[in-house]
């Protein structure tokens, strides 16, 4: 069973334990199970809620009862078994599904390999590393993930890719 991450959790809300995730693009809607990844340990936890709330998703999963449990958690990553997702649609992206592609500019330039993600808020970031060391790709317009090649797509702003 591969686990792929589907978002991090960023901050509590409310008392009753709800976990504020973020880049979860969805996902959360549909699981029944989740596991949370928190340094070392891996717990795998029922969800009893889980419901868009601005930017985030508010989650309440079993054994998380109030703010000072979900507090506890903040940081953790939020996985979930691939086969049990689905296409996360057009113009989104699972961010297990970006991490190992290569990106190359619309001229063909390879830059490198996506090592992982960052979320910055406004746009999630691609980590690229490559011969010209690591950069940073905000998944912007100017980058298509091209699913069928397995590859992202960037057609570089003046600027982006220089040291």
Known sequence: MALVRIGKVVRALGLKGHLGVAGSEGALGTLERVVLRHGAAEVERKVLEARPQGRLWAVRIDGVADRTGAEALVGAEVLAPREELGEA?????????LEGLPVVTVQGEALGTVTGLMETGAVDVLVVQGARGELLVPLAPYVEVDRAAGRVVVDPPEGLLEP
């Open 89 to 97: 649609g057009e113009g989104r992206h699972y961010w297990g599904d």
